[in-house]
């Protein structure tokens, strides 16, 4: 057989390749023939599959992180009656199991549309947010045309040549790609198939340890394709909601919300939330745990209670409360009855809590006084409880009292697991020397869980259940979950709820609203707030009125802001004047009046939210439902036609 480095001349000698004479102004006939051999085709192929040979480890977990396109609309607290202009943005996400994206809710929040792309692939989708878990900060989304997403792509173009090449040599990349990556690589060591098994990339539940590597990757900005950063994790700890996170000091930038945080295994351990500004290197991502414990949520189809959702949504029908999730979404709406703040994608409920304020027992006497014997013995003392309480309302042994917390009791264990005088718990059984927050054995909880509480209570030690259940505070916090664009014009005067949103909206912020902005919420109160006041002919004098508390309404106090409506319907009626009694915040007594006319009020109120470009004098979500049953579909359009 010839040498395979040898070629045939037209006398039939075979001659080297090197020796080859080549004069490159020859004729066509004169130049000598070249015969490859036979063997040749199977080079080809042989090349063309060491090109496309099975994809590493790395190359499969990239190709389960896309990079979202996000179109936003998102409202305007400063000005209720409209929205702000769409802005663009972009995150990260990745693939799990059931066909479904990961990433963060910051990322998708008030988004109108939501478009997805693979990072080895050149095509968007358009997606869909089907779940939000909105202080976990995580969510959801589905791909529109699955089976194009998923589904198998062309390799002709990644191929060189295209169509030109061998078909032979094409079916061999095809065959070799769409195969699942071997079940051991290169040096012998098993190679998780997750990622080419359809199920997404494989999540770890494990906490990482200290100083152990990780890699983040994602599309942060600066460049289109996908970026990786490493480092090693700081510290584990909780955020201001008790809620798990870890720091890490790989770079994480806008852009990388959302994306996965890699172990050395290739396995997901977090997912990329923020980073500190003004800190060097410090990012947080949340746990794997955490997401876990979302997606157990989604996948028992756990939504919050509409309470949470808004203040407005406590006075209800009797025996409605007591409905699922699900079907009060489904509820007529010819009821009248329709619920405050359910809009866009499905939300689980929020944080669990135990609704308690604890002091730290690190001082002898207090401890002495408390019962607490030894001074190694741990606890802390409940300082206060929240609104309404957290605890079973079954009756001890000595009465009810015997199974809610008081003040002055010593919170002992949870669960069994002992609390330390600086209100810390170790972090696991395996980690005893870590410690961590006592809110992370709540918090790991969903809405609903029953605990058990050890308690000193003079001086006698006690078992209490405790059923965990999500905060709710006067002054709604996230906007879209509990807080919402909510307003009543009447006069040129803007009223709208305090909440977080509207307070951010402003330069200078609300003076003292730290001081109010965690207190517990009592059923259906809403703190309503003078915003501004429309410059017209009819206020005169109350221009520069703006940031006041109002206390009542012709001597009326409201409760919320469908009592607002409903005090101002009927002092109009019966009234030749409207008057609003405001203060700063923390007065008790009202400082500032605010006397306005209620025919001028009529006849300028068309004149007023012309100017301003307002549709209606007050927001649907608040309107009362009997004055919408009587009134009909014209009930917030004018205030002067309900006269």
Known sequence: MDDENSVVSDNGSVQDDEDLPFDPNAADGERPSIKFPRNCKQRLIAVASSRTRTPSKKAIAHSCIVKLLVQRVNPNYAEPWRCKNQSAGAGTGFLVSGRRIVTNAHVVRNCTHVRARKSLSPVMYSCTVEWVAVRLDLAILSVNDEDAFFGSESRESSLPGGKDVDHVAVAVADATLDKPAASTNEKGRPVDNAATSGQGLPLCS??????????????????????????????????????????IDAAINP????????????????????????????????????????MRMTEDGLEANPIERSAL???RRKGELEKSSSSINQESESTNHKIVGIVGPRTVPSVSSLGLCTQTLESKALRKKLGLKKASDGGVRVSGTSWPSPFLDADGPDGPGDVRLLIDDVLLTIDGVEVGQDGTIPLSADRPYERIGKSYLITRHRVGHQVELGVIRDGRHMTLPATLRPNRYICPVHDSFDAHPSYVVCGGCVFVPLSSPWVLTHK?????????????????????????????????????????????????????????????????????????????????????????????????????????MIAQWCSDDIFPPELKEKFKGEATKAMCSLL
């Open 255 to 294: 852009g990388n919300s959302g994306g996965p945080v890699f172990d050395e295994q290739g396995r997901v351990i977090g997912v990329a939330s923020s980073h500190l500004r003004g800190g060097s290197n410090i990012g947080y991502i949340i746990p794997t745990e955490v997401l876990l414990h979302f």
């Open 508 to 612: 200078h912020g609300f003076p003292g609203f730290n001081s109010i902005s965690s207190n517990p919420a009592k059923r259906d109160e809403q703190i309503i707030v003078l915003s501004k006041v429309l410059a017209d002919e009819v206020n005169v004098g109350y221009h520069h009125k703006r940031f006041l508390i109002l206390r009542s309404i012709n001597g009326k106090e409201p409760t919320n802001m469908r009592d607002v409506i409903r005090y101002i319907l009927d002092a109009a009626r019966k009234e030749e004047y409207l008057e609003f009694r405001c203060c700063a915040l923390n007065q008790d007594s009202p400082g500032t009046l605010i006397c306005l006319n209620v025919e001028d009020c009529k006849g300028g109120e068309e004149r007023i939210l012309k100017q301003h």
């Open 313 to 315: 949504n406590c006075k």
């Open 206 to 247: 494990d906490l990482p340890q200290l100083d152990e590597n990780v890699t983040c990757a994602g599309f942060p900005r600066g460049g289109q394709q996908i970026s990786v950063t490493r480092g090693v994790v700081s510290r584990v700890d909780l955020n201001s909601l008790g809620v798990l996170r870890i720091q």
